[in-house]
């Protein structure tokens, strides 16, 4: 990787785990996955926030296959609080899709990035089956909630299972710490 902005946090089997710091005109590394004009807005706002967002990416043999945007919690998902963190959007390029890199992605994002965090969540179309099933095998809980979205600013209402357009995923650290303890 030739950027200042890229550090490498792990590498193993052929794969790396690079985080990238996005600035305000480059909100992602690279040209994988070119944001569209609403997405490059909620990337802005993110950025000029409180918090800054991270963008993780997985390489596999020397080639960027995918990454994954992880978020302070406790602004616009509002069952995450500033304890947590909240996953995406992720993106794996179609020639590497079904190959389980997004669960890998996530999984490294979640031992390396998130040690200090309670959760990780993330919101998922429940259109989308293919990363509502990787997120489950990450570990995540795909049966905690349901969202919409709703209006131009794409605000994120809770609601009622059954009732949402969108599943909320749940990764609970502590959990998973817990049962490595025992």
């Known amino acids: ?16 785990l690079w985080e990238y710091t996005p600035t305000l005109f480059k909100p992602l590394f690279g040209n994988i996955d070119p944001p569209s004009f609403v ?8 950025y000029l926030s409180k918090g800054s967002y991270k963008v993780y990416y997985l390489e596999v043999n020397g080639t960027i296959v995918g990454y ?34 997004i669960v890998k992605l996530l999984k490294l994002g979640i031992t390396y990035c998130c040690q200090d965090c309670e959760n990780v969540y993330a919101w998922i179309s429940k259109s989308n089956s293919a990363s509502i099933k990787a997120y489950g095998k990450a570990g995540f809980d795909v049966n905690y909630g349901e969202l919409n979205i709703v209006g131009k600013m794409r605000k994120l209402r809770q609601v009622e299972k059954g009732a949402g357009s969108n599943i909320i995923a749940k990764y609970s650290l502590h959990k998973q710490n817990n049962a490595k303890q025992d």
């Open 1 to 16: 990787m030739r950027s200042k902005r890229m550090r490498k946090i792990h590498e193993e089997d052929g794969c790396v």
């Open 68 to 101: 994954n945007v992880l978020v302070p919690g406790g602004r616009r998902l509002k069952c995450s609080s500033s304890k947590d963190m909240v996953s995406g959007p992720s993106f794996v390029l179609p020639e590497y899709r079904g190959n389980g890199y």
């Open 39 to 46: 997405r490059r807005i909620r990337f802005l706002l993110e």
